[in-house]
């Protein structure tokens, strides 16, 4: 689900998108959002996000319920984990329908059918094989692998040299960390919202429901229809695009931090909690020691996921245009798009190169130590 | 909430701790009427005793025991601590639970300390608690152990020292010993009764909830037998043994027996009138018993152990426990189960194959299907009306939800999960009808093959 939101994104960003002086732009909500943002038209924007919302709807419904509690039927370990599966009512007309099920059932023979083909060698007549033989070849592989990844580094580093000044590349950096500190910052942000919200939320079975569904729900839907609107905002009211831009790319990722916080809440043992009650465990002391541990592995997950959605939403919110005004956030981000815009595939290069460098980084450095702490010391068993 | 760092006074033997007066707990749900789970239940803790709480799974120990503890509130009546009403949980009062309970990410230590870490207790204070809870309850050097690296055992001997270092006036005590092996379970009980006697535990009364008969008179002073649907207080029992008792004593075996014996109690026949004046509880139609998961197999392997010389067919139940190796606990659910399907009979805590199950022992697998199939269309209403659906309807199927719902009228839905689940393993052994997991739904054998 959280990767579709990715998807939808994506799509409604990259429909209408120029690079130098090819504009092309394909048909769709993406593209009619684009023309209304040129020629200022909020009502039209208003549409689009009505007809986003529809379409995510149905969607839902139609598509990705009935395959997500299809899909249960694979997980291990038995039917009750915990999550209870209703059967989604497009499930249940598409296996109740006799005409659909007769005719996933010839699917189903022609694919056995197909599966019963017998390709390929036969699985136990493996080849015998001399062990001295494969030793030569294995090696002679690895150092190929070697040379190929030497020159590549050589050609690289060569290029680099003959493009970029050293000072374009440092000055790439600074950028790249004033973006990371948006992101770090609107985590911070995000996460002061939603989790006393979700942490309120998730305590409780049934507003734990339904609050999770309505997050499913907006975290699927392409945060970037909203940019215009807030867009308008900062134009009308002459605001500094370097700060009230910035939450354009949580708007999206959001949903990830409370999504989760409400999974990790509702998770936790009732016994655990009564226990705290019992021993008069309450207050900021309760928060400390036990409610933001017993959360945290499931909070990491959705903090590196909204992390990740706010990188990528960097890009489409640290330049944002209403007419003919275009509003420029210092960034990583709106460098690239910049880039892109005049069309300088070596600017646009360097950017993207930095960009994942330093998400990289972060998560070898920051999240991936986090995350190992947390799935080692707090995990409840 | 006030804290107590000292003991609590200690009251003099035999004076009134708790007192729980006419409670009733109603489950609500959503769907159909509210389910009762605890009625009109009466009982009073009093200081110098241990009291067990003993009853078949689902009587509504569990519930009983949140509301002593002020973590619930019962629907109705009322519940007092040394004369006032308790209006919430209070550190008075400490619980163990069955699960320990233990916070993953904290150590042995801070597990134990928390109580009084939450309540801003001095450190100095604080660490010569701990230090003294933790040896007391036999957990010296495993401090600074994380409770995953501990034995269920020493998971529970930290729930214990946690319950204990805020130095309770009583301790609830939920199945405590439930999740443990048999050895590791008896030497933690033989160490708690040990330091009980001795008068070393700061608690001046404690409560076991357990379903465990010999656990409950190997340590108690007073045994309440709770009734089923809904839970009641159906028997008092003081046991009179000094500690360390025997269990291979005469006295001690005879107890257990008359316990056994008054649990395997056919309860009471309900007449038509009670049931009209007993207002919101939904009436329990027999075809709304919840079953425990009881496998067919162990069934005939109990049957068969009947069967055999030297019991030819009647046993001592705690006796036919040790034969099969099993829990005291496991063996109820399977005779019990048994006593369903008319196949043996529970009587004065022996149990006894009927002709019928006698027959099903000497038949071969074919005729042990039709004897099967027969017991269960005659005596669980469920799979009767269940295979008469299956019958009627044109396509031979019918979805699993009707009757989940039918059966969470009158019980929580894990049970009603649960009922299902054994009803389908029986079913499928008699080849009465086969439920397809995924689509939910039971069918019949010869439809499906198409
Ligand atoms: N939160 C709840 N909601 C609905 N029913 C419940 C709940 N807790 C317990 N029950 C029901 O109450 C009955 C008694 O449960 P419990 O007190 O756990 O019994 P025991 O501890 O004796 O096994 C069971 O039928 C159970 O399904
Ligand atoms: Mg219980």
Redesign the pocket.
Known sequence: MMSMAGGWFMVVYSESISVGNTEVVLPGIGSYVGRAIDQKDIAAIGAAIAAMMAVILLYDQLLFRPLAAWATRFRLGGGDGGVQVVEPWFLRFLRRTRLISSFGDALFLAARKISYLKLGRAVGVARPSSSSGRGVSEWLWRGFLVVVFLAALFLVGRYTYETYAMAEVGHVFVLGGITMLRVMSMLLLASVIWVPLGVWLGLDPVRARRAQLAAQYCAAFPANLFFPVFVVGIVHFNLVPDVWLTPLMILGAQWYILFNVIAGASSLPAELLEVCRSLNVRGWFWWRRVLLPGIMPYYLVGAVAAAGGAWNAAIASEMAQWGDVTLVAHGLGAYIAQATLRGDINQIGLGTVIMCVLVMLLNTLFWRPLSDFAARRLKLN | MEFLTQPSQAMPEGTVLAEARHVR?F???DSAAD?Q??DDVNLTLHAGEIVGLL????????????ILAGLLPPTSGEVLWKGQKLAGPITEIAVVFQSFALFPWMTVEENVALGLDANGVPASERDVLVENAISLIGLGGYENAWPKELSGGMQQRVGLARALVVRPALLLM??PFSALDVLTAENLRTDLIELWSEKKLPVQSMLI?T?NIEEAVLMCDRIVI?S??P?RVAHVLHVPFAHPRNREDTAFRQLVDHIYALMTQRAPIISEADLAGGAQAAPLAPSFR?LVPVSITMMIGMMEALAASPLNGRADLPVLAEKLQLELDDLFPLGESLELLALAELEDGDILLTNEGVHFVLSDLEERKAIMGHALRHYVPLVKTICSTLDERPNHAVKAERFRDELEAS?????ARQTLQTIIGWARFAELFDYDEESDRFFLEDEAGE
């Open positions: 707990q489950y609500h749900k389910v789970v605890l009853g078949r799974s689902g009587s509504g120990k569990s519930t009983l025991l949140r939920d199945e909830v379903h709770a089923s649907n839970g919840a019980m929580s839905p894990d049970y």
